[in-house]
């Protein structure tokens, strides 16, 4: 079966940071491009950072570019996104979520994604 689990999320002050993960299990993602996305209520899963199956490339949503790194670990089975400089409009869940197919090109789009994890809460107080 396969899983994603994030961890890393809670509470932060406005200007803080924040460091989410992702581990999959059940099957190895290390070639396969893998992305974060983000939730709030009443509106729709938007995309946050997406990377390359060998981490050669990242793309990243406007609002987060500059403040927000997402890396991969292919040995360990893992990404993590970096959260620099938080902004009490992040407060979000935090969704991880892969592509089925390796060696893909960085994804941005919720509907090309086949697994997701359940998600890990960030807020970001004033």
């Known amino acids: 079966q396969v899983e994603l689990v994030e961890s890393g999320g809670g509470l932060v002050q406005a200007g803080g940071s924040l460091r989410l993960s992702c581990a999959a299990s059940?099957?190895?993602?290390?070639?396969?491009?893998m992305g974060w996305f983000r939730q709030v209520p009443l509106k729709e899963r938007e995309f946050v950072a997406g990377i390359s199956w060998n981490g050669g490339r990242t793309t990243y949503a406007d609002s987060v570019r500059g403040r927000f790194t997402m890396s991969r670990d292919n040995r360990k089975n893992t990404v993590n996104l970096q959260m620099n400089s938080l902004k009490p409009e992040d407060t979000a869940v935090y969704y991880c979520a892969a592509h089925r197919v390796a060696y893909t090109d960085v994804l941005t789009s919720r509907h090309a994604y086949d697994y997701w994890g359940q998600g890990t809460q960030v807020t970001v107080s004033r």
């Open positions: 059940g099957r190895t993602f290390s070639n396969h491009a």
